[in-house]
């Protein structure tokens, strides 16, 4: 679970910083910083509320955390990616309609 947390860290982190520069949404981009904030709050609180636990399942807060950085927000942040990847599909295939209508002879 802790390299799910943080691969799903690394990943969000990465896309933070590179949305902007290919053209993604602001809505896309703003769901990836909530999420990348989202796992970072999780991760921490699940490491600091599990500190003291010997053995699953510890305190409700550290499982419910663990929970929604091993699981939750790395499903979330896969349907973010998902939409980004639509979204760049899409306007590919709308400009190269755009390319084809620009080369055909009118006549």
């Known amino acids: ?3 799910v947390a943080a691969a799903t860290l690394w990943c969000l982190f990465s896309g933070f910083l590179v949305f902007p520069h290919i ?3 602001a809505l896309l ?3 990836t910083a909530t999420l990348m904030w989202l796992e970072l709050l999780a ?3 699940w490491g600091y509320a599990g500190e003291g ?5 510890c305190s409700p807060l550290a499982e419910t955390a663990r929970a929604a950085a091993g699981l939750d927000i790395p499903a979330l942040s896969l349907v973010v990616l998902g939409l980004v990847i639509a979204h ?4 590919r295939r709308l400009s190269a309609r755009r390319r084809s209508r620009l080369k055909t002879p009118k006549g």
């Open 53 to 57: 636990c010997a053995q699953r399942p």
């Open 43 to 45: 991760a921490l609180t």
């Open 1 to 3: 679970m802790k390299l």
């Open 29 to 31: 981009r703003t769901a």
């Open 88 to 91: 760049g599909l899409r306007g």
């Open 23 to 25: 053209g993604v949404p």
